[in-house]
């Protein structure tokens, strides 16, 4: 098996995502190629304030030092301010003469007005910088910082906060206590850290800008890296596009499994696999619900398929490339048995919803088969804690450690989602607007997958082309949304991704 780091392309390091541990080694790397981390504090600093200026007109501020090189970040901001000629006021957490010694220098070079935390004059601010704590912090906001905190929320006064907010953990986009500021702008740098792209962090960190801070880009060869910031440059150049000489054949023959009462949900999801490129889309479903399938698209085939053994058949016969059930399936032994049958065929799966909850008395019984073919499972948060138990918390390690366990690509959905890999990559998706929160949006999904699959995509980044496809269409629609939408957005994407390749 390829390293993760090779799998994706070089271009996709501009996508990557570092821990904070992983931005610490890239810091000190940086000294290898002659640029000191003073150097970097004074860069980093020097960007905040840049954006500040792009974003605000000259006004008091207060600026937030902690006790850490955070906190010497946020003297250079302060001291770029004054320079400017901007009101500013410095309130400081702890003694400048016990802060490490690159901060210690800028805090000297700074000649702003200083002050206690505890003496901070938020009643004369109009802007606040948070240089408190950044990513990583490890204890809960306690004391006088919690409640200037709180002020802060309550006040609305616009924060800006350098690399995470005060009280949000770097790594897991949590709280790390009971209270974190909540930002309008975070300036970062060099890459996005998780907190920047997971919820709850993400929101509270407003408007997220990454900013070049003079880390050499060839440290990053340097890691074994395994998380990204979804987005074409991941699985843009593995695209099935159809060539000229290709027939239908040469794209694919998608299978989809329809319920009985809840035929909306496969009708959503085979349209979506038609919509994305599937040369041909094959629904399968009881004689009686076939009526309802053979009204709807005309470029459905319908398959009438009573039980199991019908199943067997069709996918003896069939040549399908990819197959996807559980949209409106149904919960019954008779859906568990086309499940096994699916797993027992080899081909590419998708599986999601009622094809996930069945298995939930015996999680085991679906995960047993889950590694012997590409397999793809799509569980939001309540089908995930049916599955695979608490899903609280780090939803990058929650979707990690699913996919190592099931050995299947596990898409953990959400306003960021997760695609986990079971080699231990994973994929952070940023785009989802609220609107995609709809009735039948994880129909669509699971129809996206499997066109993708049975063009031959790779599991991992079918799943992640996907989710991205979906947000896209999302916010191309914007409020109004219902999921028939989606899947007649996706031609008029895809045709921009094939003009981007031209460019």
Same mark, same amino acid.
């Given at each position: 098996m390829k390293s993760p780091s090779t799998v994706l392309p070089q271009s996709a390091k501009r996508r990557c995502v570092l821990s904070v541990a992983e931005l610490y080694r890239a810091d000190q790397a940086a000294e290898e190629f002659g640029v000191s981390t003073r150097v970097l504090m004074e860069n980093a600093g020097a960007a905040v304030t840049r954006a500040i200026f792009e974003r605000w007109s000259p006004r008091p501020v207060l600026v937030l030092c902690g006790p850490g090189n955070n906190g010497g970040d946020g003297y250079v901001i302060a001291r770029h301010l004054a320079d400017a000629g901007w009101p500013v006021q410095v309130a400081a957490l702890g003694q400048i003469g016990k802060l490490p010694p690159d901060a210690a220098w800028h805090a000297e070079l700074c000649q702003a007005e200083i002050h206690p935390l505890k003496d901070a004059r938020l009643e004369d601010a109009a802007l606040v910088v948070d240089a408190l704590f950044g990513a990583g912090l490890s204890r809960p906001l306690e004391g006088e910082v919690a409640d200037l905190v709180q002020r802060i929320n309550r006040s609305k006064i616009p924060v800006v906060s350098v690399d995470v907010p005060s009280g949000i953990g770097g790594?897991?986009?949590?709280?790390?206590?009971?209270?974190?500021?909540?930002?309008? %702008?975070?300036?970062? =740098?060099f890459r996005k850290k998780p907190a920047q792209l997971l919820y709850p962090g993400r929101g509270h960190c407003g408007a997220v800008r990454v900013?070049?801070?003079?880390? !050499? /880009?060839?440290?990053?060869? +340097? =890691?074994? %890296?395994?998380?990204?910031?979804?987005g074409p440059e991941l699985w843009l150049q593995d695209?099935?596009?159809?060539? !000229?000489?290709?027939?239908?054949? $040469?794209?694919? $023959?998608? %299978?989809?499994? #329809?319920?009985?009462?809840?035929? #909306?949900?496969? +009708?959503?999801?085979?349209?979506? &696999? %038609?919509?994305?490129?599937?040369?041909l889309v094959?629904?399968?479903a009881s004689s009686e619900a076939s009526r309802v399938y053979r009204s709807d698209s005309p470029s459905l085939i319908v398959q009438s398929c009573n039980d199991v053994s019908n199943l067997n058949l069709l996918l003896e016969k069939g040549h399908y490339s990819a197959a996807g059930a559980g949209p409106g399936l149904g919960l019954n032994e008779a859906a568990r048995d086309k499940i096994k049958a699916l797993q027992g065929s080899g081909i590419p799966l998708v599986l999601d919803a009622d094809a996930l909850s069945i298995f939930s008395d015996r999680p085991e019984a679906l995960f047993e088969a889950t590694g012997r073919q590409p397999t793809i499972l799509t569980p939001h948060d309540g089908e995930y804690r049916r599955l695979f138990g608490n899903g609280q918390g780090n939803r990058?390690?929650?979707?990690?450690?699913?996919? &190592?366990?099931?050995?299947?690509?596990?898409?953990?959905?959400? !306003?960021?989602?997760?695609?986990?890999?079971?080699?231990?990559?994973a994929i952070i998706n940023s785009n989802a607007p609220a609107e995609l929160a709809t009735a039948g949006s994880g129909d669509v999904l699971t129809g996206l997958a499997v066109g993708l699959l049975a063009q031959g995509m790779d599991s991992f980044q079918a799943a992640a082309a996907a989710v991205w496809l979906? #947000? /896209?269409? &999302?916010?191309?629609?914007?409020?109004?949304?219902?999921?028939?939408d989606i899947p007649e957005e996706i031609p008029g994407i895809l045709r921009l991704l094939r003009l981007r390749l031209r460019d």
């Amino acid at each position: 098996m390829k390293s993760p780091s090779t799998v994706l392309p070089q271009s996709a390091k501009r996508r990557c995502v570092l821990s904070v541990a992983e931005l610490y080694r890239a810091d000190q790397a940086a000294e290898e190629f002659g640029v000191s981390t003073r150097v970097l504090m004074e860069n980093a600093g020097a960007a905040v304030t840049r954006a500040i200026f792009e974003r605000w007109s000259p006004r008091p501020v207060l600026v937030l030092c902690g006790p850490g090189n955070n906190g010497g970040d946020g003297y250079v901001i302060a001291r770029h301010l004054a320079d400017a000629g901007w009101p500013v006021q410095v309130a400081a957490l702890g003694q400048i003469g016990k802060l490490p010694p690159d901060a210690a220098w800028h805090a000297e070079l700074c000649q702003a007005e200083i002050h206690p935390l505890k003496d901070a004059r938020l009643e004369d601010a109009a802007l606040v910088v948070d240089a408190l704590f950044g990513a990583g912090l490890s204890r809960p906001l306690e004391g006088e910082v919690a409640d200037l905190v709180q002020r802060i929320n309550r006040s609305k006064i616009p924060v800006v906060s350098v690399d995470v907010p005060s009280g949000i953990g770097g790594d897991s986009g949590q709280p790390v206590g009971s209270v974190a500021l909540r930002a309008s %702008l975070t300036v970062t =740098f060099f890459r996005k850290k998780p907190a920047q792209l997971l919820y709850p962090g993400r929101g509270h960190c407003g408007a997220v800008r990454v900013a070049d801070i003079g880390i !050499p /880009e060839s440290v990053l060869d +340097r =890691f074994s %890296l395994s998380t990204w910031e979804n987005g074409p440059e991941l699985w843009l150049q593995d695209w099935p596009w159809r060539r !000229p000489e290709g027939h239908k054949y $040469h794209a694919g $023959h998608s %299978l989809l499994l #329809g319920g009985e009462s809840m035929t #909306g949900a496969s +009708r959503l999801a085979a349209r979506a &696999a %038609l919509r994305v490129g599937s040369g041909l889309v094959s629904l399968a479903a009881s004689s009686e619900a076939s009526r309802v399938y053979r009204s709807d698209s005309p470029s459905l085939i319908v398959q009438s398929c009573n039980d199991v053994s019908n199943l067997n058949l069709l996918l003896e016969k069939g040549h399908y490339s990819a197959a996807g059930a559980g949209p409106g399936l149904g919960l019954n032994e008779a859906a568990r048995d086309k499940i096994k049958a699916l797993q027992g065929s080899g081909i590419p799966l998708v599986l999601d919803a009622d094809a996930l909850s069945i298995f939930s008395d015996r999680p085991e019984a679906l995960f047993e088969a889950t590694g012997r073919q590409p397999t793809i499972l799509t569980p939001h948060d309540g089908e995930y804690r049916r599955l695979f138990g608490n899903g609280q918390g780090n939803r990058l390690v929650c979707a990690s450690q699913a996919a &190592a366990q099931s050995g299947a690509v596990v898409v953990l959905k959400g !306003p960021d989602t997760v695609i986990a890999s079971p080699d231990g990559r994973a994929i952070i998706n940023s785009n989802a607007p609220a609107e995609l929160a709809t009735a039948g949006s994880g129909d669509v999904l699971t129809g996206l997958a499997v066109g993708l699959l049975a063009q031959g995509m790779d599991s991992f980044q079918a799943a992640a082309a996907a989710v991205w496809l979906q #947000g /896209e269409a &999302a916010n191309n629609i914007g409020p109004g949304l219902i999921s028939e939408d989606i899947p007649e957005e996706i031609p008029g994407i895809l045709r921009l991704l094939r003009l981007r390749l031209r460019d």
